[in-house]
């Protein structure tokens, strides 16, 4: 700004230059702030950008462009003032002859001076140091044709290539074809501010964004139309753009390698609003892998490793691309996406594997741990586990929410959809042979028990279901799982540790992919959080101690302590001095309460489970008739 003060100021009162044989006759008006004189523009044209033209050159928005309506800033602004015989708004092929030179002074327009006279208003880029901002340039440019060759492509350079930037965030391929032309769109990188920088959904937070990363923050955020993402996205990887994970997320700590894409699309996958979106999505993750990339094999590992113990019991956390491809929102096609990873690594899903293969270590990994001691910590890196699990519990619960909760936005178009979705899922999987006799006869007692239910859903129910219809939902894929429990290879848990890594199963063989049901999950634990974090039905809850203990932590989510005072104590009772009668130990032993919990294999239902619960909370609390000591 006040380089073009201090230029012009030079050029108060008269001045005469002959330059590249145009003659100028120019005064400034310091109280008026205008321009005048006499000029014979070196291209005779006085011609005024169209909003074409500004569409094709700028990406304008599109807002009609005059001489009056684009400010060069002078201090406030430079007034341009229009002679009466220039409409600004008529077609600009008219104007492509205007009278030489006007015998009087008049005032003089900034797109009647010729290109040296701005460029040293401005300062010329590439060569002076200091030069006027793009923005000001560019009004400068939109009234001058002759200095928008000369500034166009330091234009689409500058601000670290803002222009494609942009370009990629809204997705306009005609933007991103300029940047092109004029070698500005290069895979680069953009540093992020500290606060309020990055808005994608990642595990770890950008620090710095790629092109693919600000495409794919712009869909997220919905701020683009999904095909036009998808038009960006060929566009970027016909180009060769980077594609793989970024380099600020936890894989890096352990790897050197990645071949596969970022997690954050598949995470995009679980905030879906629509099925327009999903399908944009999935479609978006089929083109990614159709040019070479992986889906990611494990996700969110840094994350699930920093849960405590309980929390990790807990559905939620998407962990694998199959436990999103799984729900009813998902494809069945999307499986199929899936399964080709499997396939370009030639895995036979029927074989089993003590020494883990090359080609599967590769894609699982290596993850760092870190543990902090009182005096000291503990940092080493660990091979992932080559194989996966796939807990039912998590899988049918997933479904549930699909059918039953109001907060997810995928309802079942007609009655029986989900069961219908999950039929086309089982069979995939049949037909790439990562199924056994037993798992195929687990998901296919799943959609066999869907289509039993009575219970209203979200699109059968007209008032919105309620905490019973839910809770009869749950009971009814938890009794179908029931009589699986009873098998060992079903009913077991996922030993690998991050310490001792695959330590009580080495020298096992390992199939490539597994569904069982975790022992260690507690499906009643799972519904009552449910019952909390559920706006509607958290009023409605009706137990002995009220609404006393439910509240809200430190994390966001509700909790019940009363309802954890009882169920945690059974784990913390103390065990209780006794002389064992009829044995010849004539010294006291300890026992411990024998009062716990039923598992939920024993076939009670929530509801049962609930008035258990009430009842020894009256007993040890209110009624007194149990007092144990503490721990």
Sequence with gaps: MTKVVTVLMT????????????????????????????????????????????????????????????????????????????????????????????????????????????????????????????????????????LSQVYLKFYYLGDSCGAFRQAVRSANIKAMDRCAQFGAAPDTTWELPESDGCKCISERRHIHHR???????SVYLGKVPIENAMNALRWLLERRFDMKEQKDQAWYEAN??????????????????????????CQMIKLIQSYGYSLPFAMNLDTYWHLDERERLSPGLIRKPLDEALRSHCPPYLLEVIMQDYIRRRVDFSSTHVVPPAFMESWAGKHKFAYEYTSDSEVFIQDQQWWKFTNLLETTWGIFLDLVDPSTNWAEQYRGEASDILEQKIKILAKYGILNEIEEEMLGSIVEAMRSMTTPTKTSSITGVTDWDAQCCWDTFVKTLRPFTAIWEVHTVDNWTAGEADADTWGDAHRYHRFIIDREWDPYQMYHNY??????????????????????????????????RVVRLQYLLPSQVKWLEGTCI???????????????DLGLSYGEIEKIVSERWTKLFLAGSIAPQSP
């Design 11 to 146: 050029l108060l009162g008269t001045a005469f230059a002959q330059i590249d044989r145009t003659c100028i006759d120019i005064a400034f008006n310091s109280e008026t702030n205008t321009l005048s004189g006499k000029c014979q523009p070196r291209d005779n044209s006085g011609y005024i950008p169209s909003e074409l033209d500004l569409n094709d050159c700028f990406g304008y928005d599109g807002t009609t462009i005059t001489s009056e309506k684009v400010a060069v800033p002078i201090e406030a602004a430079v007034a341009h003032d229009v002679s009466s015989d220039k409409n600004p708004d008529q077609n600009p092929e008219s104007l492509s002859s205007v009278p030489e030179t006007s015998q009087k002074s008049q005032p003089v327009t900034l797109d009647l001076l010729p290109t040296e006279v701005l460029l040293q208003i401005s300062g010329e880029p590439g060569k002076d140091q200091d030069t006027i901002s793009a923005e000001e340039f560019k009004s400068l440019c939109l009234l001058s044709p002759p």
């Design 211 to 217: 092109p693919i990363d600000e495409l794919l923050e």
């Design 256 to 281: 050197t390698h990645c071949d596969h894409f970022p997690d954050f699309l598949i995470t995009m996958l679980s905030k879906s609003p629509d099925h327009v979106y999903t399908e944009g999505i």
């Design 531 to 564: 019952q909390l974090q559920n706006d509607q039905i958290r009023p409605t809850i009706n137990r002995p101690w009220g609404s006393r203990g439910i509240a809200k932590g430190n994390d966001g989510r509700w909790v019940d302590r009363e309802w954890t």
């Design 586 to 600: 004539n010294h006291p032993v300890r026992t411990i309460d024998h009062w716990r919990l039923p598992k939920w």
